[in-house]
């Protein structure tokens, strides 16, 4: 299990930003990829975004061109930028690490997430 903290939500106008961290208290230096998640009210929860140590990137369909995932290897921090917000967005959002290559969490072990509402 890997302890992680996401910060950074909030309540924004729709084609709003916001942007999310998930920073690790202690080194993920041995974690290769990790991921952000959302789980809406009723819904089951979803990979919205994931990357690997080395940068490389994937997302869900319905975030492409809007939200933005990046890891500061310095700072054991992953972000998550979101740009032009849809109500659609709103959901808890969560980190998670490490990923296997196909993109599925190693362990069913989560944080508090933090809440992202988006007003229309």
């Known amino acids: 299990q890997v302890q992680l903290v996401e910060s950074g939500g909030g309540l924004v106008q729709a084609g709003g930003s916001l942007r999310l961290s998930c920073a690790a208290p202690r080194s993920i230096d041995w974690i290769n990829i990790m991921g952000w998640y959302r789980q809406a009210p009723g819904k089951r929860r979803e990979l919205v975004a994931a990357?690997?140590?080395?940068?490389?990137?994937n997302y869900a369909e319905s975030v492409k061109g809007r939200f933005t995932i990046s890891w500061d290897n310095d700072k054991n921090t992953v972000y998550l930028q979101m740009n032009r917000l849809k109500p659609e967005d709103t959901a808890i959002y969560y980190c998670n690490g490490p990923l296997t290559t196909n993109l599925n969490y190693r362990y069913d072990y989560w944080g508090q997430g933090t809440r992202v509402t988006v007003s229309s």
């Open positions: 990357i690997t140590r080395g940068g490389s990137t």
